[in-house]
């Protein structure tokens, strides 16, 4: 087995959530195109690099963005938690979602506001003054 890829007991229990093959046209079965994916998702690697034995990366790519938008990846992922809970298999302790979000200020990353002026008006005022250079502030 390699990295990424499915072991025997994953492929059992995805395979009964898989669709069924369409007539027509060769595809791609679903455990080599299910690891094709997995090895970009989890490599980082653009969809472009993905290795050959996977197949075609944009066979591969049109699967995943098909599967995402028809909730395929979503009901699976469903599934297999309930699953995997029953089965006492996750360990929620592990899980950790911080859902906040705190917005700043544009001008908070130092965008000009509407008068034109900076605003962080410490170090430009201060390297206004006569004599004062960035040299002085490095020790």
Sequence with gaps: MRRYE????????????M???KPGGRW???RTTLNGMFWVLNSGAPWRDMPDRYGKWPS???RY???????LIDRI???????????GRIDWSQFNIDGSNIRAERSAAGARKKGGRATNRT???LADHEGVGAASFIW
Aim: proline share 5%.
């Design 6 to 17: 499915l072991t025997d007991e994953a492929w059992l229990r995805l395979e009964p959530l």
């Design 19 to 21: 669709p069924a093959a």
């Design 28 to 30: 791609n079965d679903h």
């Design 60 to 62: 591969v790519y049109h």
């Design 65 to 71: 963005r098909r599967w995402t938008r028809d909730g």
């Design 77 to 87: 992922l469903r599934t297999l938690q309930l699953e995997l809970d029953a089965d």
């Design 123 to 125: 170090i430009t005022d």
